[in-house]
């Protein structure tokens, strides 16, 4: 409630010339004792201090504003506490709880064997690169960031000798990971595509739909997970993106669906593929696991680079989070695939204007890191040994749990674990089973069901298994 | 397939879009850029350059680096420690603005949270603020920073102005300003540079700063700082926080961006800070968690690398105690210019009044330039900067500061 101050008005002192004349008669005295008399022509009641300014010693007299008892009431008094992020939620709870034997299955970042983040041998060293060198300045970066990062991530999404790149139709700005790549974009499409609905799959990472909502488009979904197969719903995905209003964008999770696991055989993306240029809907492709999934950077590229080369256009948002390790320094890329040179310098043009109200400009650190391992021979090649090592570590431990489960003979069929691919696992647990697995066993994930396999080791799989075979024959 | 998808096919969806107007500012460091000339200025974007027009790196910086390299432990923490980091720099950050014996900060009724440099802050702020009192406007100094209606609109915040630069005195426009702060309706959000003002340099004095203050508080208007200069102005970080402080004496509740872009010479790496005063610490939780849930809709987290290296500066005493060293000399080195190229003109026996040059305070002069002499400026002389005639004085030095003050004369002297 702010309290409501009679004006200055009120007290008779209304026009300029008043006002020029009150500062014209006090030139002399100190600043503060300047501004006490101004407060205290201000005042209403009978002081000594009172001037014949004042009218009406009969008017209420509020404090005087500047008084230090005063506090004016917040204007954002009204303000409720938002929700905490589901997924953040889980790492607090999980913080909180003492027990010895606790379980983090929740946020999707890569730890080793030890349980430990997990820095690149070849990020310290281009990092060490980089602080040795003594030329390097702290400058603003361009607008749509780092030139270099831009051309190689470009690259390395699309395919070196991709013609798109060869023949200049590709825009591709730095931006903040993936959510700030994913954010810009529907920005831009919101501003100047003229179908502004676009799908999301059934489920999808939480934190997409307020990404798009927020970026001004309106967000419809699809089906993509079918849990009585734990699989892909092959036949509702077609039915759903098929009755889709021509145009319509579409976001595709280009490998490693998160919070799935569950992505389409290279035939299903055939298919996907055609059905969408048939009805015109514009691929947005969210790339935040590309070499995480399969251990190949080009094989999990195949899908975008599919629907690049017939010709058409799409948007890629890329991620260096997870497959570079880079979380903390919001590395990421948007790339626009457009059909001529002209137009994506247009594009571009339009993407500044949506960057420079936001941020200004991106980040130089984390771009500098990839672009200085990107862009040299050796260092390129430990790295795709490193992420290799990453998505086997990972693949090993689905088949342990996979294996542990089969060894307590927990009733079902925990084959999908096997299938599905990337850091998550979509268990196919209730809310109910998860939530006695948090209490009962310290084991923390998303009551989705869904588990970060990148949170496991060999350590911790029996006690895991454990906990779901207890989970699913107390639940049915 | 119809004719219209064929068309679509062969023109794409984006045939329609048009091509975007350069950005002002940036778009003269382009321009610079590609001009081969060697008697080229840049007095374009406000980035310091030393004596010989190169950027620099400060000493406290290549510190603070050296320690962070070394140091596995928050490498290895680089993305669960985030929080830890955001919050310590958040600490440090209003330590600066409000003073570390603040109420506010000593009781923790502010609600903090890390920024991608002053820009994020500020569009944080928009977006907080059309989320909350969607029906406000934003009133911003005329002139004032480019990008702020830019950020304000692209939050859907309507965009408002009052008066602030005298043309003709090339100062404070107080009286104007005072009746526009009273003829505004109550409650409104007003956007204020607390010093260096970009793009004038021209500030309120404290007594006029009290006088605000004041005004604020019967007209209820909420005051939302741009701290993007901090140290920059006199070249000490007390000084220069005045205004805020006054306002904190006076028990307002205020909002703050502040950006470690100038003043740590971190420009690149996008470090800020927004703090938003609140009336007790309950109300602080919940304003940050409105404010995280922006920015994670927008680009989650800012970069830990920038996160790391200013609080590490601002919370080892001697690293701090360097920086505030370094921030002195580039203040200094921008007034030297000031006096100098003041002193070249008045030599020149310019018959205009270039007193400003001096008076003015911060990065800018607000040279009073037309766009006409600007433009012959940089076509006959190489020399850049925005056609409001707003010159960087970082970009001035020693060795081109008498071919400057010869250029601006001969555009200058028949008038």
Redesign the interface.
């Known amino acids: 409630m702010r309290q409501q101050f009679t004006s200055l008005e009120a007290h008779g002192f209304e026009s300029p010339t008043t006002q020029s004349a009150f500062s014209s008669s006090i030139s002399s005295s100190s600043a503060t004792d300047r501004r006490l008399k101004a407060l205290a022509r201000h005042l209403v009641d009978a002081s000594p201090v009172m001037d014949s300014h004042s009218q009406n010693p009969n008017d209420t007299v509020s404090p005087s504003p500047t008084s230090s008892a005063f506090h004016a009431d917040s204007v954002f008094a009204h303000i409720v506490r938002a929700p905490e992020d589901p997924i953040l939620g889980v790492t607090v709870a999980y913080n909180k709880d003492p027990s010895p034997v606790k379980l983090n299955l929740g946020v999707g970042a890569y730890r080793t064997e030890e349980g430990k983040p997990l820095v690149l041998n070849v990020v310290r060293q281009a990092e060490q690169q980089l602080v040795n060198d003594r030329s390097r300045v702290k400058e603003y970066l361009p607008i749509v960031g780092l030139a270099e990062y831009n051309k190689l991530s470009a690259k390395l999404i699309l395919g070196a000798d991709s013609p798109a790149i060869q023949e200049n139709r590709v825009t591709t700005v730095q931006c903040l990971s993936g959510t700030g790549s994913l954010r810009v974009g529907g920005e831009f499409l919101a501003r100047h595509y003229h179908q502004l609905t676009i799908y999301i799959p059934l489920p999808t990472w939480g934190n997409h739909p307020k990404v798009f909502t927020l970026a001004g488009l309106s967000v419809k979904t699809y089906r993509y997970y079918d849990p009585a197969t734990r699989g892909l719903d092959f036949q509702g995905l077609l039915e759903d993106l098929g009755s889709a209003p021509s145009g319509a964008i579409v976001l595709l999770h280009a490998c490693a669906h998160n919070p799935t696991g569950v992505d389409p055989t290279i035939q299903q993306w055939e298919q996907i593929r055609q059905l969408m240029r048939s009805k015109a809907l514009l691929p947005f492709f969210d790339s935040a696991y590309q070499g995480f999934a399969s251990g190949s950077l080009d094989a999990d590229a195949q899908p975008v680079r599919m629907f690049v080369a017939d010709g058409g256009e799409c948007l890629v948002a890329q991620s260096y989070a997870k497959n570079m390790g880079l979380y903390g320094e919001r590395v990421g890329a948007l790339s626009i695939v457009c059909k001529s040179a002209d137009v994506a310098s247009r594009v571009e043009s339009q993407l500044k204007l949506v960057i420079r109200p936001m941020y200004s400009s991106p980040p130089i650190h984390g771009a500098s890191i990839v672009a200085t391992i990107l862009k040299d021979r050796n260092l390129y090649t430990e790295w795709t040994i490193e992420l290799k090592a990453m998505a086997d570590r990972i693949i090993s431990m689905r088949q342990q749990l996979f294996d542990a489960l089969r060894a307590r003979g927990t009733p079902g069929d925990w084959s999908h674990i096997i299938k599905q691919i990337g850091m998550f696992t979509f268990t196919g647990l209730n809310s109910e089973q998860v939530a006695f697995m948090t209490r009962q066993y310290h084991v923390y994930m998303t009551s989705d069901g869904r588990i970060s396999m990148a949170g496991l080791s060999s350590r911790t799989v029996p006690h895991l298994a454990d906990a779901i075979h207890a989970a699913v024959t107390s639940f049915a | 397939m119809s004719t219209s ?1 064929k068309a ?8 329609r ?4 107007s ?2 002002p500012i ?1 778009g003269v460091t ?1 321009a610079f850029l590609a001009d081969t000339n060697p008697h080229k200025i840049n007095l374009g ?1 406000g ?1 310091y350059r030393d004596d010989e027009g190169k ?3 400060l000493q406290c ?1 290549r510190n603070a ?2 320690k962070i ?1 070394g140091c596995d432990f928050i ?8 929080t830890a980091v955001g919050s310590k720099l958040v600490e440090e950050s209003v330590k600066l603005a409000y003073g570390k014996d603040a109420n506010v900060v000593k009781e923790g009724t502010l609600a903090g949270l890390q920024a ?2 002053g ?2 802050a500020c ?1 944080l702020f928009a977006e907080f603020q059309r989320r ?2 969607p029906e406000s406007p934003i009133y911003f100094p005329d002139p004032t920073w480019p ?1 702020h209606p ?2 304000w ?2 939050a859907q915040v309507p965009v408002r102005t009052f008066q602030y630069y005298h043309p003709v005195s090339k100062g404070l426009n107080f ?1 104007a300003l ?2 526009d702060i ?1 003829n505004a309706p109550d ?1 409104s959000f007003f956007l204020l540079h607390p010093c260096a003002h970009n793009p004038t340099g021209v500030d309120p004095t ?2 006029q700063w ?2 605000i ?3 604020f ?4 208007h ?1 005051p939302f700082f741009d701290v993007a200069y901090q140290g920059f102005a006199s070249g000490d970080l007390d000084m220069d926080a005045q205004a805020i402080r006054i306002f904190l ?5 205020i909002g703050c961006a502040q950006s470690f ?1 100038k003043n740590m ?6 470090v800020g800070c927004l703090s ?4 007790d610490a309950k ?1 602080a ?3 940050k ?2 404010l ?3 920015a ?11 996160l790391l290296l200013v609080s590490t500066i601002l919370s080892d005493p001697e690293t701090k105690a360097l920086w505030v060293k370094e921030v002195k000399v580039m203040a200094n080195r921008i007034q030297q210019m000031r006096s100098t190229l003041r002193e070249s003109l008045e030599k020149l026996a310019s018959p205009l009044n270039w007193e400003h040059i001096t008076k003015q305070v911060g990065m800018f002069c607000f040279s009073g330039l037309t766009a006409d002499q600007v433009d012959r400026l940089v076509r006959e002389f190489h020399i850049y900067l925005t056609r409001d005639g707003r010159m960087s004085m970082a970009g001035v030095t020693t060795s081109n500061v008498s071919y400057l003050a010869n250029a601006i004369h001969e555009v200058t002297r028949y008038n």
Not at chain 2, 17 to 20: D, F, N, R, T, Y
Not at chain 2, 217 to 220: A, G, I, N
Not at chain 2, 276 to 279: D, E, I, N, S, T
Not at chain 2, 296 to 306: C, E, F, K, Q, V
């Open positions: 998808t679509l096919n062969r023109l794409g969806w984006w045939d879009v048009s091509p975007a350069k950005d940036t382009e974007v980035a950027p620099v790196v910086v680096e050296a390299a490498n290895v923490g680089r993305e669960s420690n985030a991608l440099s820009t994020g569009r909350f009192h990008n830019n950020i609109r692209d009286a005072m009746d009273k409650a404290a007594e009290r006088e203050s004041y005004q508080k019967v007209k209820s909420f004496e006076d028990g307002h509740l872009a010479g971190l420009y690149g790496h996008r938003v005063l609140c009336a109300q939780v919940a304003v968690s409105q995280q849930q922006i994670r809709a927008m680009y989650s987290n800012p970069p830990i690398h920038g």
